[in-house]
């Protein structure tokens, strides 16, 4: 399934608030950075892979896949659904499995207490 457009971050504005003004928490392979705003219709994410991450695209795209993926599992789990959230891959994610990937995402997600 095809990640709505209408729930990504695309405003450059809005990644600066989000880094200026939000919580974040680091993993072992992940960074998921957050920000409550009560304006937005729904919850908007962006997962961002840099080259420093993975050299080959088909390695960034395979992981910018699996996050995509981990949050439309568990996006109707989320205490409030109007707010951003931003996940940046680490490098060490390239050599993660999927269920190692997965399971430091949600780690940072209930350390941001997201969850309800």
């Not at 989000?18 to 729904?42: E, N």
């Not at 981990?70 to 891959?89: E, N, S």
Request: a positive charge.
């Amino acid at each position: 399934m095809r990640f709505p457009r209408k729930c990504s971050i695309n405003q450059h504005a809005d990644f600066t608030r989000i880094r200026k003004t939000g919580q974040a928490k680091a993993g072992r392979f992940v960074i998921v950075s957050t920000l409550a705003d009560s304006a937005l219709p729904s919850l908007k994410a962006a997962f961002i892979t840099s080259k420093r991450c993975a050299k080959k695209a088909h390695d960034r795209n395979l992981i910018r896949r699996r996050l995509r993926s981990y949050m439309q599992a568990h996006a109707q789990d989320f205490a409030d659904q109007k707010r951003f959230l931003v996940t940046i891959a680490r490098p060490e994610a390239i050599g993660a499995t999927s269920e190692e990937l997965e399971a430091d995402w949600h780690r940072q997600c209930r350390r941001l207490k997201l969850f309800g």
